[in-house]
């Protein structure tokens, strides 16, 4: 054999050893990967359930009240020994109005797909019947009954997919488990490694075991993770017990991963396949009446449409209360999505993304069969003119019906924009009205990426941006005019003491021309010591000066972008851990060097 072949087999062989280990722990090619991820990606929309004995609590314990927001954590937030918490947290979890029977209903009537259960969170104790140590909801409440096998089996029963949530990095009550802070219990004392080996794999085992099909597991805190080579050997072998099981990413900082996950921050734009959202709808996962920063209804539908159009998943948080109901604000939001999903979910399950960059009035969804394309409109601000101007679409043979309704609308292609007449004056719904598109015939989409201006730069602004938004801290940014010039309104801190909002907005920007180019952004300041961040790649971060009040605007060197020919994202957010005041952005423009 040449040598020449010989490298060619060598090379070979690399690839395939690459494409043939594309899931968590699992050997697969990406085609197979897909079909096991294929009833998570047509779901798009599943229940995440905070629950446990710190749900008896209200943020307060023995008059000391939790500085942070999240309930499940009190424990170690007022560091409270272990016998205390058993005893006066632990004993006193008696939910006798439990019904897994109605929570799977509500689930299953919001068109959820599938639930994520926390079975035991980083308090250490269990929700389910365990061999390997007896703090748990049979042996140590007055209730003591499992919780996860009533679950799993009510899951099966309405057809919903059901996953478990483990924390396994961090454990307040076993022997060797993390701890973030210092240790406040002799108890705690022990070895990280021998308590993965016996408490982690011993109860996920069960897990894994006792209750059905798991199809998913959600670990968590793998930046606690001890050690990385052990968490990983193990749950390579715990997956064979499930080998259809989806897993997420937070087992190990080194693991492999099925999919991304985004917590508290709804992302604009996505750099790899699969994608989750995680989302409370106050501040705490866990019930805790104190904390009354409820997200509007309409809101969390909105946020399960922009999921959905930016391809990815939407696991929305409920924190039942500790005798076993939801949240009243919980059940009128899953009542108000269920409503919608009614009518709608043709436009949410079983979608790709949308094929536009952006739409002024809403987003998209969309659907390929043999036969046809469908295109699903989701329209946020319906159009008091009864008229829809679509850019982009150039197909001629389109008809438009809006879901759950009864007309068929006119559609013209006029000038390179599809219209479509004849819609009901007022908007079907409050939130989003859905406008469904069937295109006969192969698609003719120009997707829409901000192209450069006939003086070669490139113009950046909030009416072409797709924002990634924090709304934990209602403080999200929104696009305001001063005159017809479109700035961002609100990008601010809304906790004192915080360095980062979490917002970032994004541009897509198709590149003619490689090379560098001059960053120049026209913004207003009213403090100083705010930092700007820009990147493609590599984050530029550059002190911004007091411009002397949000009205004034100033227009500032932000330095250099290195862009690449072809589709570039590039990303604009206040600098972490650096003071971020409000900052109102006007443009961005990138000149060519
Ligand atoms: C964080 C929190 C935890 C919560 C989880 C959900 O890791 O520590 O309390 O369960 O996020 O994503």
Excluded at 243 to 253: A, D, E, K, Q
Aim: proline fraction near 5%; charge should be neutral; glycine fraction near 8%.
């Amino acid at each position: 054999m040449k040598l020449t072949q010989y490298i060619f087999i060598l090379f070979f062989i690399a690839t395939l050893t690459k494409s043939y280990s594309q899931g968590a722990y699992q050997t697969e090619t990406p085609t197979q990967k897909a079909e096991r991820m294929q009833w998570y990606t047509d779901a798009r929309f599943g229940m995440f359930i905070h629950w446990g004995a710190y749900s008896v609590l209200d943020g307060e314990y023995k008059g000391k009240k939790q500085r942070g927001p999240l309930g499940e954590w009190i424990m170690q937030n007022l560091t409270i020994p272990i016998e205390d918490y058993k005893k006066d947290v632990v004993g006193n979890f008696n939910p006798t109005k439990f019904d897994a029977d109605a929570w799977a209903k509500s689930a299953y009537d919001a068109g959820m797909k599938y639930m994520v259960m926390t079975t035991k969170h980083h308090d250490g104790f269990a929700l389910f019947q365990s061999d390997v140590s007896d703090y748990n909801i049979v042996a140590q409440t007055p209730f003591g009954r499992d919780v996860i096998k009533e679950l799993s089996e009510a899951c099966k029963k309405y057809g919903l997919k059901f996953g478990v949530y483990y924390s396994q990095a961090q454990d307040w009550y076993h022997a060797g488990g993390y701890t973030p802070k210092k240790r406040w219990d002799k108890k705690q004392e022990g070895d990280w490694d021998s308590y993965f080996e016996t408490i982690v794999k011993g109860q996920v085992t069960e897990l894994f075991s006792n209750y059905g099909e798991i199809s998913l597991i959600w670990w968590d805190s793998a930046r606690k993770v001890q050690n990385n080579d052990l968490a990983n050997a193990i749950g390579r072998e715990l997956v064979k017990l499930q080998p259809n099981i989806i897993v997420n990413p937070r087992l190990s900082t080194t693991s492999q991963m099925d999919f991304q996950t985004f917590e508290q921050v709804i992302p604009g734009v996505f750099e790899k396949e699969y994608n989750e959202l995680c989302l409370t709808q106050n501040r705490s996962w866990s019930y805790k009446p104190s904390d009354t920063l409820w997200k509007e209804p309409a809101f969390l539908l909105k946020t399960l449409t922009h999921m959905t159009s930016i391809g990815g998943n939407f696991l929305f948080n409920v924190g039942p209360k500790s005798n076993g109901e939801f949240p009243k604000q919980a059940k009128e939001a899953l009542e108000y999505i269920g409503e919608w999903m009614a009518i709608n979910n043709e436009a949410i399950y079983e979608t790709e993304k949308s094929p536009f960059y952006k739409l002024p009035f809403g987003e998209a969804t969309m659907r390929q069969m043999d036969d046809k394309s469908i295109i699903y409109l989701h329209i946020y601000d319906w159009p008091s003119s009864g008229m829809l101007e679509i850019k982009g679409l150039h197909n001629a043979s389109v008809s438009a019906s809006v879901l759950g309704g009864s007309s068929t609308l006119k559609v013209e292609q006029n000038n390179n924009r599809l219209q479509i007449s004849g819609l009901p004056k007022e908007a079907p719904h409050d939130a989003v009205s859905v406008i469904k598109l069937e295109i006969s015939e192969p698609l003719k989409i120009d997707y829409g990426y901000i192209q450069p201006s006939e003086d070669r730069s490139i113009l950046l602004n909030p009416e072409n941006a797709l924002l990634t938004i924090k709304p934990q801290f209602d403080c999200i940014p929104e696009v305001a005019y001063d005159g017809d010039e479109p700035y961002f309104r609100n990008w601010q801190n809304c906790i004192p003491g915080r360095i980062d909002t979490g917002n970032q907005a994004h541009w897509k920007v198709n590149v003619t021309e490689k090379g560098d180019y001059k960053v120049v952004a026209k913004l207003s300041t009213r403090a100083d010591g705010n930092f700007a961040m820009i990147k493609v790649n590599k984050p530029v971060h550059t002190k911004l000066p007091n411009t002397g009040g949000l009205d004034v605007y100033q227009t500032l060197d932000l330095g250099t972008l290195s862009l690449k020919k072809g589709v570039n994202t590039i990303t604009f957010s206040g600098q972490k851990k650096k003071a971020w005041d409000n900052v109102q952005l006007k443009t961005i423009r990138l000149i060519k060097l």
